[in-house]
């Protein structure tokens, strides 16, 4: 089975910096992508970033030049650095991978439980 563990979050002024981790635990064969996404309160999850097994990054125009998200292979981790952080930038953050896990398993979904990330004086 597949666990995602999502660490990093917390309560930063604006103008500063977090970044939060996500690690996969588990008979994982194959990553296909592993993102960020982010729910807000009131609005609807969107996607912040994402990066596929190849390297390709893919960031909403809200975050770009600001975010950058990246891995570790060896250790199953994603990362996603968040600099200038702004007010709207909070919201709880989710981790998405999309991964098989064998060789003949479709690809499926997987979410982590989210961590807060807050931005406020």
């Known amino acids: 089975q597949v666990q995602l563990v999502e660490s990093g979050g917390g309560l930063v002024q604006p103008g500063g910096s977090l970044r939060v981790s996500c690690t996969a635990s588990?008979?994982?064969?194959?990553?296909?992508?592993m993102g960020w996404y982010r729910q807000a309160p009131g609005k609807q999850r969107e996607l912040v970033a994402r990066?596929?097994?190849?390297?390709?990054?893919t960031y909403t125009d809200s975050v770009k030049g600001r975010f950058t998200i990246s891995r570790d292979n060896s250790k199953n981790t994603v990362y996603l650095q968040m600099n200038n952080l702004k007010p709207e930038d909070t919201a709880v953050y989710y981790c998405?991978?999309?991964?098989?896990?064998?060789?003949?398993?479709?690809?499926?979904?997987?979410w982590g439980q989210g961590t807060q990330v807050t931005v406020s004086s």
């Open positions: 990066i596929m097994n190849g390297g390709t990054r």
């Open positions: 998405n991978l999309v991964a098989r896990l064998d060789d003949t398993n479709t690809p499926s979904e997987y």
């Open positions: 588990g008979s994982i064969f194959s990553t296909y992508v």
